[in-house]
């Protein structure tokens, strides 16, 4: 079984809905993120979060909310989704220390028509 | 100016090729460095950190000058199943975050 595992995988909706994206980690892992992909752009930072506790703004966090349910789920909600934010979607998992290897879920496809 | 800024390719080589791919950094305060894997339409996976004194892991030698803020990736005798995005990976020591480059494709050919 996968140590990081993302849904839905792909996912189709319209300009304004609700969506949220969900993330589990079975690596007992504190630290989680949320980032997106965009080609040409790499791979951006949206949330993080170093424990339940603690919630922590990426780079590109507007349009965007999270919620750190337990150590190992950490839930990317939409509230009002916008077609530039189509893009693919990575949750990822590290050890305490931020020089340990992250280690990412398989990816969320997001299409906002 | 882009944190980490890479080629974006493709470089296109025959099997068996010596490739080199290089990358620069912008904050000099940065300490740890990576270079990380990423096939089409699939998650980047780590292939290898990046010293100082440089390191190699099999056909893959990775190499970091400080001095010009530039890490770099050497990939001999190419395989075909080396095809991927390479992602040059900078750790920002002060908010413990990982900063991206964009990757430089690598396409190798028969």
């Known amino acids: 079984d996968a140590d990081v595992t993302q849904t839905p995988r792909n996912r189709i909706t319209k300009t304004g809905k609700r969506i949220m994206l969900e993330c589990s980690q079975t690596?007992?892992?504190?630290?989680m993120y949320w980032y997106r992909q965009d080609p040409g752009l790499g791979l951006r930072l949206i949330y993080y979060s170093f424990d339940v506790k603690d919630i922590n703004k990426g780079e590109i966090s507007d349009g965007y909310s999270v919620s750190r349910q337990a150590q190992a789920k950490f839930s990317l909600s939409l509230e009002s989704a916008i077609p530039n934010q189509t893009a693919l979607y990575f949750c990822?998992?590290?050890?305490?220390?931020?020089?340990?290897?992250?280690?990412f879920g398989p990816g969320t496809r997001l299409t906002v028509l | 100016r882009k944190e980490v800024e890479q080629d974006p390719g493709p470089f296109n080589v025959p099997e068996g090729a010596t490739v080199a791919f290089n990358c620069t950094y912008s904050?000099?305060?940065?300490?740890?460095f990576f270079w990380y894997r990423q096939d089409c339409r699939k998650e980047p996976k780590l292939l290898m950190s990046v010293y100082s004194s440089g390191n190699e892991d099999g056909r893959f030698t990775a190499q970091l000058n400080r001095a010009s803020q530039y890490i770099s990736l050497l990939i001999r005798d190419s395989k075909l199943s080396d095809s991927a995005t390479y992602l040059c990976?900078?750790?920002?020591?002060?908010?413990?975050?990982?900063?991206f480059g964009t990757g430089t494709r690598l396409l190798v050919s028969p």
């Open positions: 990976v900078v750790l920002n020591t002060g908010f413990q975050k990982l900063v």
């Open positions: 904050n000099s305060a940065s300490q740890s």
């Open positions: 990822a998992t590290t050890e305490d220390s931020g020089t340990d290897t992250q280690y």
């Open positions: 690596k007992g892992h504190d630290r």
